[in-house]
């Protein structure tokens, strides 16, 4: 009989991204960070305008800091509105620098 604590190994792994309740916030501020981070980078993926190779995005306090290069000011503006726009991110502080492409 299989263990309910153990799923088999041909059951699919659930990665959705957790649903943020009051409860969950006040249980635990970090883990809500954690999922604002990962709906942050879901994004800047699912987006093909953004090379995102040189990008990390750090979330605390549900404040939205965004690091590194890209090549463009439109890449830079497209994942700032990005953080910008999702849900329960307060504020977005947008350190991402424009570097033109080395040839």
Avoid: Y
């Avoid at 957790?18 to 987006?47: C, F, G, K, Y």
């Amino acid at each position: 009989m299989p263990d309910p604590k153990f799923p088999a190994q041909e059951e699919e792994l659930n990665l959705e991204v957790p649903a943020l309740t009051a409860r969950t916030r006040a249980m635990n501020p970090s883990s809500h960070d954690a999922v604002l981070q990962a709906r942050i980078w879901e994004q800047i993926r699912a987006t093909r305008e953004i090379d995102a190779t040189e990008l990390s995005v750090v979330v605390r306090n549900r404040g939205a800091t965004l690091f590194g290069s890209v090549a463009d000011s439109g890449q830079r503006a497209i994942v700032e509105r990005i953080a910008v726009g999702i849900s329960g991110v307060l504020e977005v502080t947008n350190r991402i620098k424009v570097v033109a492409p080395a040839h």
